[in-house]
């Protein structure tokens, strides 16, 4: 596919908008991996090639594993997520879908049981990001491959 245009310098100010969204979603304290999963599973329902191979890099970087990467299409059929994962990675599906979905109540239950109201906001506020980015990315053909990550592994020391 060709690159259509960079809507990041046909719109300067629109970019800076997303990006103080993106830098207020990433100093929440939510789990950095966790958000990565997050970007990940909405890029996938979304088919963003430029966001998949961005934040597959960004989750690689910070220590995640090849085979809970590789699961993560079928998340709901493996044990490698825990509780808090699950509950992420449904409602990123659902807000996604919103327009199918229409977060239902009984979704809305179970991932208000493991993320506080204000870490559940802010995780929506995430998702709505996410999607935001990939929607910017898929219209004008942002071109995956050359994204390097500059994120350092979680558990390494300075």
């Not at 970007?39 to 989750?59: E, P, T, V």
């Not at 807000?95 to 977060?103: F, G, L, P, Q, V």
């Not at 929607?135 to 390494?156: C, E, H, Q, T, W």
């Amino acid at each position: 596919m060709e690159h259509r245009l960079n809507p990041f310098s046909a719109s300067p100010k629109g970019y800076q908008a997303m990006s103080h969204l993106q830098q207020f979603v990433d100093s929440v304290g939510l789990d950095k991996l966790l958000m990565e999963l997050v970007k990940m599973r909405a890029s996938q329902i979304n088919g963003c090639a430029y966001c998949l191979d961005m934040h597959s890099k960004d989750a690689r970087a910070l220590g995640e594993t090849e085979q809970r990467l590789y699961a993560l299409n079928a998340w709901e059929e493996t044990p490698f997520f825990t509780e808090r994962e699950r509950a992420a990675l449904e409602w990123t599906e659902t807000i996604t879908r919103i327009a199918d979905t229409h977060a239902p109540e009984e979704i809305y239950a179970r991932v208000a049981k493991v993320f506080s109201p204000e870490e559940l906001a802010n995780l929506t506020l995430a998702i709505a990001a996410i999607n935001s980015w990939n929607r910017l990315a898929i219209a004008f053909r942002v071109a995956p491959g050359a994204y390097k990550s500059n994120l350092k592994p979680l558990n390494a020391t300075a």
